[in-house]
């Protein structure tokens, strides 16, 4: 299994910042995944995070407005940019170990942003 | 696309009473289908899963489901519930493709009475 943190857990910010959302892993992993909570809603995939190469964007997301790094198998960031109350959601962290669609994938706790 | 109904948003049932949350998915071929559980500040925590074999399935915690292709569903089951079982119940789809992105349905939210 993989035991994964994210920090801030929660985070009321204001209109025109931007968040930066930490994920780290206990172990090293394959694939790394960012998703949105919204409000009421279901989960929905941002990106695919990759190792030393640019993210992989789900339609409707934008690098500009969640730029996403990866620097090791480990550890990914998401910036959650120029905020609006529509951004406020729960962004999880998912990682999956092997690129098998087999393995089981894990999820983060989750950042709660809330957006003024 | 794929895509995933949850057609109950929230259930409530009494403890020891038995539970089945509904799950509808479009996929054109033989899906990969999964149910999460998401307990209040806690991240989600995989159930169970199907990828071939045996159509009923069984998962951590006493919970099963069963595929049912003719139907396009997915239904999770428990025989007695426990008031610890209240939480939020997500089905999801797998695509076949090699990233094996998920497509989460809506979720149903479980509340157990004493």
């Known amino acids: 299994s993989a035991v994964i943190s994210q920090k801030p857990s929660r985070d009321i910010c204001q209109r025109g910042t931007s968040l930066t959302i930490q994920c780290q892993v206990d172990?090293?992993?394959?694939?790394m995944f960012w998703y949105r909570q919204q409000p009421g809603q279901s989960l929905t995939l941002i990106a695919t995070a990759n190792q030393g190469s640019e993210a992989t964007y789900e339609s409707g997301f934008v690098i500009d407005k969640f730029p996403i790094s990866r620097p090791n198998l480990t550890f990914s960031t998401l910036t959650v940019s120029n905020m609006s109350p529509e951004d406020s959601s729960i962004y999880l962290c998912?990682?999956?170990?092997?690129?098998?669609?087999?393995?089981?994938?894990?999820f983060g706790p989750g950042t709660r942003l809330t957006v003024l | 696309a794929q895509s995933v109904t949850q057609p109950d948003i929230h259930i409530t049932v009494s403890e020891g009473a038995s539970l089945e949350l509904r799950c509808n998915y479009s996929y054109g071929a033989t899906p990969y289908l999964f149910w999460y559980v998401q307990s209040p500040g806690q991240g989600l925590q995989l159930l169970l899963k199907y990828f071939s074999g045996d159509t009923l399935v069984q998962g951590i915690k006493g919970f099963e489901a069963e595929f049912k292709r003719s139907q396009s569903s997915f239904n999770l089951r428990k025989p007695s519930v426990h008031w610890s079982d209240a939480a939020e119940y997500f089905c999801a789809v797998g695509n076949t493709g090699t990233a094996s992105k998920l497509t989460f349905g809506t979720g149903t939210r479980l509340q157990v009475t004493l």
């Open positions: 998912s990682v999956r170990q092997g690129e098998s669609r087999y393995n089981e994938q894990f």
């Open positions: 172990s090293q992993v394959t694939m």
